[in-house]
């Protein structure tokens, strides 16, 4: 059962949550919208503006049982064409957007707050927060000023395409913007869904071994940043920095590293100017 | 468990199927996964059996054909089959290489009455 309205959310359902000045600390009076997966039973037709569907290719063998209709599509197909809709949307209002991914606790909410808080960054930033449960990160978010708006994914393990493109209803960021979705903290299933982001930023912390990037490649090899973090911790750790790299490396020839640590700040200059770069 | 999610695209896109195609019942669905797919194929037949619940393809059989992977290195150009993620080109030893073969995950056919 929702633990917001009571309602019942079933197995995938979804809930995005918009977080307000005024109520942030009660769930009970958030602003919110459930989406459900509808009964694939029931009669409907999806209009997908942007493309046209091919007719299905029938084929006859007399000699066998049935007719066998080609169909040829990709599994993934929605949440692609999803996907591709708000990287339009994205381009059109010339927004970079940036899908943080990550195991839980290697930093990801940290590394966030003090990117916005960073004076080195010129842009206005809003965000999208990915959980599971709660809306504790999206509170935090809040705190510091900016806009934010939390998708608890339920029973689902990844954000996908179509819930990115809900909350940015929701959260309508701004034209010249940067938006900083961040995913369920999960190294394996975000990897295989794209949210129609300008770039993908892996985030790994130094207390995590450097074996990470071999034991969860998929992450490794579709993201195009990978922060390091925590790196203030590296006296007291047996850690290889090297090592860790090169794991990366191996995965995603095209990887690229910056080492930083949010609690201290090192290296978090490098970080706000390669999203100043980013952002044209 | 990402498995599931792919498993209720695919029985949607069968079904759907299925019923442009006015079918009564649908014997089979044949799907394509590459071995670079980032599928485990014994999870997407698990999460198959539920997603097919109080569906048109309850009784249906599937058929999962294991795509092997293919790549192509960006340095030397020799084309080979890699084994696993990690795997670097067999020629030049680069790790600089593109797979071409064995991403997909695809709903190839259904065969219905």
């Not at chain 1, 066998?68 to 929605?78: G, S, T, V």
């Not at chain 1, 954000?159 to 909350?167: F, I, N, R, T």
């Not at chain 1, 925590?230 to 790299?245: A, S, T, Y």
Request: hydrophobic share 35%.
């Amino acid at each position: 059962m929702c633990d917001t309205c009571g309602c019942n959310d079933n197995n995938s359902g979804y809930t995005i949550l918009k977080i307000q000045d005024h109520d942030h600390h009660n769930e009970d009076h958030q602003e919110h919208d459930h989406n459900h997966p509808h009964n694939h039973d029931h009669h409907h037709s999806h209009p997908h503006p942007g493309h046209e569907h091919q007719p299905e290719h029938i084929h006859q063998h007399p000699e066998s049982r049935g007719r066998i209709i080609e169909i040829e599509k990709d599994a993934l197909q929605k949440n692609n064409l999803m996907a591709q809709r708000n990287r339009g949307y994205f381009d059109a209002k010339n927004i970079l957007a940036v899908n943080l991914v990550s195991s839980p606790g290697s930093g990801k909410t940290t590394i966030l707050e003090k990117t916005i808080l960073s004076k080195d960054l010129k842009k206005k930033v809003t965000v999208i927060e990915g959980d599971q449960q709660t809306i504790s990160d999206a509170t935090r978010i809040h705190a510091t000023g900016v806009q934010v708006i939390q998708i608890n994914t339920g029973n689902g393990c990844h954000l996908d395409a179509l819930m990115v493109h809900s909350a940015c209803k929701e959260l309508n960021p701004p034209e010249n913007s940067l938006l900083m979705i961040e995913n369920v903290g999960n190294l394996i299933c975000p990897a295989m869904f794209d949210l129609g982001e300008s770039f993908r930023v892996v985030i790994v912390s130094v207390t995590e071994g450097e074996d990470k990037p071999l034991k969860y490649p998929y992450m490794f090899q579709t993201s195009d940043v990978c922060l390091i973090n925590k790196i203030d911790l590296l006296p007291h750790l047996d850690f290889d920095l090297e090592r860790l790299k090169s794991n990366a490396a191996r995965i995603n020839h095209h990887i690229e590293f910056i080492d930083l640590s949010a609690k201290t700040g090192e290296g978090f200059g490098k970080w706000t100017d390669w999203l100043e770069s980013k952002c044209c | 468990m990402h498995e599931f999610s792919i498993a209720l695209d695919i029985v949607e896109i069968a079904v759907e199927t299925a019923k442009a195609n006015n079918a009564k019942t649908v014997n089979e669905v044949e799907i394509d996964v590459g071995e670079m797919s980032g599928v485990i194929y014994e999870a997407l037949e698990f999460a198959l059996q539920s997603a097919i619940k109080g569906t048109i393809l309850e009784n249906s059989k599937f058929r999962l054909n294991r795509i092997k992977a293919k790549a192509i290195c960006n340095k030397c150009k020799h084309d080979f089959e890699p084994t696993d993620v990690m795997s670097v080109c067999t020629s030049c030893g680069s790790s600089d290489i593109s797979l071409v073969r064995g991403k997909e995950m695809k709903v190839k056919s259904i065969n219905i009455d």
